[in-house]
């Protein structure tokens, strides 16, 4: 949906102006009516209006984050929106520009050296353009197109926003919970290795052993630090969509994020991709406006048209004062004529092979994200599935299990480390199907549908 379409000025209203002038040249006072002058601008909407104060709006630090709340406060301040935003209102105010026809001209002039006689030499002139009406439509049409085409933009804007926070709410969930998983995992290693270590002094185990878990809980010190950094650059990356401060604090994340559900399958989301894609919609918009131009130098063959009516007391025969005139420019360069055309047509050319190179990119995008869902849904249901209760089944026999001593209680660490090992993978899952199902709700162009009972897998 693009600029309105506004009521154009024709010939009846140059006509007008005219006339204004002709009874202004014979002495009559008269002027152009409130109603001849056309209609006043329309005062903006409200709802266009874009500067907005949203210091007041902020997420409650004492309760986890929401990432529907999130992502409408992103929306609300961040200033790429409002710029796209502010963008198409400009584009939309083009069109009544290039529709409305040009201002008529006012020329006046004296002769000084008639200054001291009763009657000094003195003319004026009123002219008035006369755009034929299909250059006016058609301008009309490249605005409006234009319009159109900000509009979209400023949709593809809002979209890869909303991806990108709610991946960095992933990225931001994961990178606190990894920080958990590591603590805990590093608690249960340090167990390990205080028993293998007190076995090995006591000449019952391998200090090869003790030396590896040594070497574990080192590198789960190195993980701590970089799941810091990692939680450090996601805070940053969100504040940085929120439009605030980088070390803004922010509330902490959920203790768990929501399920990911499967969606339809990749032909049913290419062809919502190709119906609602907002960049394709846009492309087509600069068709349009391609197209336009085109028909617009088309018209250039037509004679640019001035009416004139004059007033001159220089003559001394008082009928031959007033002059009423026509001024027609004429098409005479049939080269640069022609060489406008072929712009205007190869303009008209490129922006359609950009609509169709565009699709083909959507159809890619498309079956490219649907297959890394696919295989991260693969991943999480196997892990949820198979792994976890294969470890937790681990962790129940070495628990029960006859074995005393040293090696029972290594053993019953071992299970536990690998439990919480494959609980790290899972919640790593997690968070990347939450990133790759926005990433195509970014690429299909609005909310994922559900899959149909056909494509369900059993």
């Known amino acids: 949906m693009g600029a309105p379409r506004t009521a154009r000025r024709g010939w009846g209203g140059a006509l007008v102006v005219v006339a204004g ?4 040249a014979t002495g009559c006072s008269s002027s152009r009516s409130s109603g001849d ?10 709802s266009s209006r874009m500067v907005v104060d949203h210091a ?3 997420l409650p630090l004492d309760h986890p984050m929401n990432e529907s709340a999130l992502v409408a406060l992103v929306l609300a301040r961040n200033p790429t929106l409002l710029a796209m935003r502010a963008a198409w209102r400009q584009a939309q ?7 409305a026809v040009p201002e008529p001209t006012l020329s006046y002039g004296l002769a000084p050296a008639s200054l001291g ?9 009123l002219t008035e353009p006369l755009p034929w009406p299909q250059r006016l439509s058609q301008r009309s049409d490249i605005a409006e197109a234009g319009a159109d085409a900000a509009q979209a933009d400023l949709t593809t804007s809002r979209l890869q926003l909303v991806a990108d926070a709610k991946q960095a709410f992933a990225e931001y969930w994961l990178a606190d919970g990894q920080l958990r998983v590591n603590a805990q995992l590093r608690a249960v290693v340090a167990q390990m290795d205080a028993v293998q270590t007190t076995a090995y002094g006591a000449g019952q185990g391998s200090r090869i052993t003790a030396l590896e878990s040594e070497a574990a809980l080192n590198e789960l010190d190195h993980h701590a630090i970089m799941f810091v950094h990692e939680r450090a650059l996601a805070t940053a990356r969100l504040n940085y969509l929120l439009h605030q401060r980088s070390d803004h604090p922010l509330p902490p994340p959920p203790a768990a994020l929501p399920e990911p559900m499967p969606v339809a399958d990749a032909r049913q989301l290419t062809t919502l991709a190709l119906a609602q894609r907002s960049d394709l919609l846009a492309a087509q918009a600069r068709v349009r406006q391609a197209d336009a131009r085109s028909g617009l130098v088309g018209l250039q063959d037509l004679p640019e048209v001035s009416l004139s009516v004059g007033y001159d007391t220089m003559w001394n025969d008082p009928n031959m004062r007033l002059m009423v005139g026509v001024e027609v420019a004429l098409p005479l360069n049939r080269d640069a004529r022609g060489a406008a055309r072929d712009e205007a047509q190869a303009g008209s050319d490129q922006a359609r092979a950009q609509l169709q190179a565009l699709s083909d990119r959507v159809q890619y995008e498309v079956q490219e994200r649907s297959e890394h869902v696919l295989e991260s849904l693969h991943i999480l249901h196997l892990l ?4 976890i209760p294969t470890a937790q089944a681990i962790l129940a026999t070495a628990q029960s299990g006859a074995a005393s001593g040293n090696d029972a209680t290594v053993a019953v660490l071992d299970a536990r480390r690998q439990l919480i090992a494959v609980q790290w993978e899972y919640q790593q899952a997690v968070a990347d199907c939450h990133e790759h199902l926005a990433d195509l709700e970014r690429v299909v162009g609005g909310p994922l549908p559900a899959p149909t009972p056909a494509q369900e897998t059993p």
């Open 21 to 24: 002038g002709v009874l202004l």
């Open 37 to 46: 002058a056309g209609p006043a601008a329309p005062a903006p909407a409200e």
């Open 56 to 58: 007041d709006e902020a």
């Open 93 to 99: 105010a083009r069109a009544p520009q290039d529709a």
């Open 117 to 125: 006689e009763s009657l000094p030499g003195q003319s004026i002139t």
């Open 384 to 387: 949820h599935d198979r792994s």
